[in-house]
């Protein structure tokens, strides 16, 4: 009976420690940082609204102002009627002014939150402000932020454009040396106050969608430039985070396109050069040329070609990196890893990574042509 | 004729103990020879054609008690000195038979027939197995087991315990399997029980547990014969009570209410197979609703990012706190399954459409409580039935109540402290010296042939150790 006592009395001391109801909370999905007249404009995307008809939650869009991160964030909750809760957050959206400035400070914000989980993804948006990409509905998923983060964990391994830069990764490279991080950036296309209305959600045809874009290169905390297509593709080439891309390859006077689902890059390090190895392997899926494929030697010849043009991709990516003097693909960590000495007597890891020769070697192989054996054009004939 | 006086005084000793009794029947066959037997449990028919075709006749002979003896049509008589004892004969269906010239009489089993006939067991069915199950009969049952085992060392040891019942207690094992010590400790358990009554073997199983205070049961309660053969067999023992059909098997450990006789009769896959999902079925059913508490009032973090949603939009409306909502629907379960079990076949139906509509889907409507609420008490309840024993399936919901008590306070902290609670509380049983979680703590090879993986019979030549020093179960072993 005394131990009975003992025990209950334990329980009702804890007086219910960190007891919330989860309908008290403001589930807070995604996240936008703006400026706006030189204060931080911070919008929360609130995914438990109102119950709609059809049972399913509406989502709403909270704005505050502030002269930091944190104060902004709290001038949300002045209009919030319930406890802001961000453990799933999804996305954290960001505009290119407040990433040209620098984004140490919300990052240490992200870090230091205790009800941060860190695995939501960082995004740039691309000439727009950031709150609005959160306003924009897609009929495709419940909320404006479960499409990006799905979207962006979905083809990050397939597309060969994008990468799945989630905060975690983001904050690796950040904090390591000789190692500068790349984010996603995310695009509307339409009309975004059209967008931003339910209705257009009912429309077969929407009026505006949000898109992945390019990739964007930063030094440390800030941002840098845009890459293009062709350079994303090669930032991934080099870095390897990737199983499949797709690309182009010349073919007489037009294209094959081929998909590569096999592929893996090594790095060989030399005290004044790094040699970067890629061998992939690929299926073709579209041919629009008079090539025979069913001889060898033409196959070989598409071959080499597409080596030639994954190269060209890789030189592109590591002349932009190196134009703007921010080592992205990391190759100061790998040299600090391994020539430790060396790289202590260099000063400024991204000076010397401009004059730092990189030589690539690319080889392809065709393992699989689809369902066609032969071109269409070489059929006709 | 001072004989002749004899007689008539002990009728009327029978009588008055008996207080009149409007049953008694009494025939004076002459002077010298009466019988005296109750109508209610006696047989007519037994008495006319075994006895009396064979006493008739009888006149004044000299060694008339010698005579009776051998010449009665019954296969059952017994020759009696104590007086005393004849209430209890006469109460069990005997007829007996006095001699004015003797001081002895003769019992004779004239038993009217007041069972039911064997059935189907209806608290454990099965599909592939014995249909067969105990029944009130005491005799029937030991002859269900003995039919089943023809062995010479199948012993049965028979008390009578209950002042005023007198129940027949049989403590039934096998000579050369079970523990002699275990034996002594169940006999020396019966004797002491001072009781009047003994009516079901649920009179008699508080003495029979030991002195350590568990929910959880320490015995198999069974009306199947095979399971309790296949126990006996193993070196448990099993007691049985008159008017019952339930037996009592001990000692029970953990596991064994994750067997069910079937497992033997199947292929040894499906055996493992069910075992396991009455494995998860057990966690599931013990820490569902605590752990939906958990979630919703303290780790919402552990929450997946699509169901958090879901749940706090379902709960927007709802006015109480998660907690009482799962407290009251799981007492509303508890109630609903009360009447259910005791309310007759008829209105039966009522009773699952008030159930199921009402509670189910009204509650939701009205935001009494929120949906998934109902398929958390759902779950609950379904992975509950998995289970037969009745004394288990109540120490799960007890615990299930304590798990929910310390989440409120706690959260998932709560879960983990019941959890380790829990898991300390049944190592620390020992029912007749056996570990409750053998084979798993302490760790028990052979007893892991037969656990939560079924190995097929072939391979299992040894019966587990840790119940008997016997283990051989054939030649080769």
Known sequence: MKRFCILFLILFLTGCWNYQELNEY???????VDYKEGKYEISFLIANGNKTEQEQAKTSLITGEGETIYNAIKDI????????????LSVVIISEEVARDGISNLLDYLLREPQSHQNFYLLISKDTKASNILSILSPLSDYPSQNIASNISNTAKLQGKISDASFNLFMEKYLSTGYEPIMNSVIIIGDIKEGQSADSQDKTKQDAYTKLDTLALFQKDKFVTWATQEESIGIDLILGEIENFYFNVPCENSFAVTVSNDYEVKYKLEKNKIIVQAKAEGTLREVDCKINLENEKDIQKLEKAAAAEMRKYMVDAIQLAKNNRTDIFGFGSKYYKKYPNQYHQISDWNNYFVTLPIEIETDFQYTRKGSLEQSLEREEQ | MVMYMQNKKRIKTIQEELGNSSDIIVREINDNLCYIYLESVSSDDKISNFLLKSIVHYQKIEDLFKELQSNIYNSHIEVMKDFKEVYYYLASGYTCLFIDSEERYIVIETKENLNRSIAESTSEPLIRGPKDSFTENNSSNLGLIRKRIKDSKLRIDELKIGKRTKSKVSIIYINDIAEKKNV???KQALNEIDIDAILDTGYIRDYLETKQKSLFPKMISTERPDLCCQSILNGKIAVMVENSPYVLIMPAILTDFFKNPEDYY??????TFSRIIKFIA????ILTPALYIALMTFNQEMIPDQLIISLATQRSQVPFPTF???IIFVIIFEILREA???APSASGASMSIVGALILGDAAVAASIVSPFVVIVVAITSICELVFTDMDFINAIRHWRLLFIFSTIFTGIVGIVVAGLILIIKLASLEPLNTPYLIPFSPFNLSGMKDNIV????????????YLTQNTKRGEKA
């Open chain 1, 26 to 32: 403001a589930i807070v999905t995604g996240m936008s």
């Open chain 1, 77 to 88: 909750s002045l209009a919030s009627p319930k406890e802001l809760y961000i453990s799933h």
């Open chain 2, 184 to 186: 002594d400790t169940i």
């Open chain 2, 266 to 271: 199947l292929k040894f896959t499906s055996s």
């Open chain 2, 282 to 285: 057990f966690l599931i059913t």
């Open chain 2, 324 to 326: 009482m909502e799962v």
């Open chain 2, 340 to 342: 259910d079990m005791k």
């Open chain 2, 454 to 465: 079924l190995f097929p019979t072939n391979q299992r030549f040894k019966r587990p150790n």
